[in-house]
Antibody, heavy 114, light 111 residues
Framework: QVQLVESGGGVVQPGGSLRLSCAAS????????MHWVRQAPGKGLEWVAF????????YYADSVKGRFTISRDNSKNTLYLQMNSLRAEDTAVYHC???????WGQGTLVTVSS | QSVLTQPPSASGTPGQRVTISCSGS????????VYWYQQLPGTAPKLLIY???QRPSGVPDRFSGSKSGTSASLAISGLRSEDEADYYC????????????FGTGTKVTVL
C-alpha cells in the first residue's frame, strides 16, 4: 500500500533553516508529481509547493517563494523541502502528498520560535 | 492563502443529507477538476472525491460531488456519526499566484 513518511521537523529559531524529507513506498515514485502541503495549528490546509515527476518543473506558493526549495531523488524514492529564512508564520504540520494529491503522509511538525 | 470559499460549518442529524459548497473562479474550478478531502480529528486528509465526482475505491457512495461553472459541492447523504470531520475542496489553478488551491474548510457536525 502507498506510504508517505515525513521527517525532519522540529523547533527552529526565526531566520533558521530546516530540511524536510518524505520517504515514499508502495507506488512508482518516479511517475508521480509530489506536493508539500502545510497546516498551521487549528487552521486550514495551505498548498506549499509541487514538483513534477522528473523534477523538471517546480512551483511554489507566494508565501514561500524564494525561501523554500522542493526537490526529489527518484533513485531514493524521497521528496525534500529545504526551508530557509523561517518565520513564525511557517509554524505548521507539513505533509507530503502524491498525484492529485491522492495519498498524504501523517506530517511532521515545524515550530519556528525563539 | 485560500482562494476557494466554503461555509465554515454545516450540521445535520443522523440519516440527513448535508451539502457543502465551494466557490472559486475561472482560473481554478472554472477550468480544472475539483477534489474533496475529509480530515478526521488528528489525522491526515483523505481523498474523498476526485475529478469533480469520482470516488476512490473504498469511499462510500453516500458521498457525491458535483461542479457547475466556478462552483462545486459535496453532498453527504445518510449522515453518520463517523462523518463528523473537516472537509476541504481543492483545485489546480492556472493563475500566476499559485499552482494549487484549497478551500477554507467546512466543519461538519453530526447532531
Amino acid at each position: 500500500q502507498v506510504q508517505l513518511v515525513e521527517s525532519g521537523g522540529g523547533v527552529v529559531q526565526p531566520g533558521g533553516s530546516l530540511r524536510l524529507s518524505c520517504a515514499a513506498s508502495g507506488f512508482t515514485f518516479s511517475s508521480y508529481g509530489m506536493h508539500w502541503v502545510r497546516q498551521a495549528p487549528g487552521k486550514g490546509l495551505e498548498w506549499v509547493a509541487f514538483i513534477r515527476d522528473d523534477g523538471s518543473n517546480k512551483y511554489y506558493a507566494d508565501s514561500v517563494k524564494g525561501r523554500f526549495t522542493i526537490s526529489r531523488d527518484n533513485s531514493k524514492n524521497t521528496l525534500y523541502l529545504q526551508m530557509n529564512s523561517l518565520r513564525a508564520e511557517d509554524t505548521a504540520v507539513y505533509h507530503c502528498a502524491n498525484g492529485g494529491p491522492d495519498y498524504w503522509g501523517q506530517g511532521t511538525l515545524v515550530t519556528v520560535s525563539s | 492563502q485560500s482562494v476557494l470559499t466554503q461555509p465554515p460549518s454545516a450540521s445535520g442529524t443522523p440519516g440527513q443529507r448535508v451539502t457543502i459548497s465551494c466557490s472559486g473562479s475561472s482560473s481554478n474550478i472554472g477550468s480544472n477538476y475539483v477534489y474533496w478531502y475529509q480530515q478526521l480529528p488528528g489525522t491526515a486528509p483523505k481523498l474523498l472525491i476526485y475529478r469533480n465526482n469520482q470516488r476512490p475505491s473504498g469511499v462510500p457512495d453516500r458521498f457525491s460531488g458535483s461542479k457547475s461553472g466556478t462552483s462545486a459541492s459535496l453532498a453527504i447523504s445518510g449522515l453518520r456519526s463517523e462523518d463528523e470531520a473537516d472537509y476541504y475542496c481543492a483545485a489546480w489553478d492556472d493563475s500566476l499566484s499559485g499552482l494549487y488551491v484549497f478551500g477554507t474548510g467546512t466543519k461538519v457536525t453530526v447532531l
